[in-house]
């Protein structure tokens, strides 16, 4: 919660014991009718960012899930920055200075994925899939302009060796549309 008793949504990360078995005891952990479930006994949960004093304060953006290097150095997650422009951020997960990644004119609109090599975010906006340089910011526009009847660009993937991007996007045909999938090289 914020100053004033807002909620606010922030960054956690959570240790989990090797034996999930074990309950707290007097606290099962399926829950009862009136209470939630309990997390193993052991587990650990540590708030990464402290968002409150911001202009735009919590994780913000289009609905999305936590993304982290696969070298396990940086989780990444979305933010509005000062303009209110929703950009992507990264924090170790050790805790530490929040890490703004995208410097976009636009707000990112759709979810994000990190390459298989650390080195890129790919994500959308504008109807469009950019790549931005997670150590220099770089911005790069990779898919083609929209096509007539197109919309609803969304789940973006990169391919196991990173060598290619795999995205969905509504087609018209009629008076309908579908969801088809697009790849780019």
Known sequence: RDHQGNKLTEVFIV?????????????????????????????????LTFTGDLKYPGVQGPRHWLRITPDGSLIFFLMKDEKGIVQIYGISPN???IKQITNNDFS?????????????????????????????????????ALGEGMTDLRS????????????????????TSYFQIFLLK
């Open 156 to 175: 973006i993937n990169w391919s196991n060796d990173g060598n290619m991007l795999a995205y969905n996007r509504k087609i018209a045909v009629g008076d």
């Open 95 to 97: 805790g530490g200075e």
């Open 15 to 47: 240790d989990i014991p090797d034996d999930v078995t074990s309950e707290i005891p007097g606290q099962p952990m399926a829950g009862t009718e009136t209470t939630r479930p309990i997390p193993p006994l052991g587990t650990q949960q540590q708030r």
């Open 108 to 144: 990112v609109e759709t979810t994000f994925n990190v390459s298989p090599d650390d080195q890129f975010l790919a994500y959308g906006s504008k109807q469009s899939v950019y790549v931005t340089n997670i150590k220099s910011g770089e911005i790069k526009q990779v898919s083609p």
